[in-house]
């Protein structure tokens, strides 16, 4: 990672930002699941050759769209990715987001400048996606869909098999 995106008061931000967020949850939600689950992702890596960059605001759709043509491609490597990035060249304020991984390395399909954002979330697994999609039927992100995340994945267990790699990372304290 950057020393920018290593910088502890940025992490210190996000930290605050879902700790505000998980004390609004009643049950186990989105913001719960980040804490619980969520890990920071590098932004220091080569973009692919393959990596289209889509239009703007539509991260949830163009993260669907570029994981399916690499499913399409055979490419077991690149994971879709929920959940918080931050601009760390202007205001820094946190702001829900989808991006892919490959390992912990942040592949954005949405900004084209990541590496001058940090990012917070949660990689899931490909089957997992995919059923997503499936019920669905539309790309608008996991953690944002309220109705499926209490009916489909509204526990801790449920939650953690959709996951890439379920390791509970607690949240640093702020």
Known sequence: ????????????????????????????????????YGRFH???????????IGPPRQCYANSGRQFLSRVAAGD?????????????????????????VNGDTVIDPTLSASRG?????????????MEALRRTGRYDGILTDGVSMRRYYGTPELFERGLRNPQRDAMPAA
């Open 1 to 36: 990672m950057s020393a920018i995106s290593n910088n502890p008061d940025f992490r210190a931000l996000m930290t605050r930002h879902l700790g505000w967020l998980a004390d609004c949850e009643r049950v186990f939600g989105p913001t719960t699941a980040l804490q619980c």
């Open 42 to 52: 590098a932004t220091d890596a080569q973009t692919p050759d393959w990596l289209v």
């Open 76 to 100: 077991d490597t690149v994971h879709y990715a929920e959940g918080y990035a931050i601009d760390l060249t202007g205001v820094p304020v946190p702001f829900e987001h989808a991006w892919l």
């Open 117 to 129: 954002y940090l990012y917070f979330g949660v990689a899931f697994d490909t089957p997992f996606v």
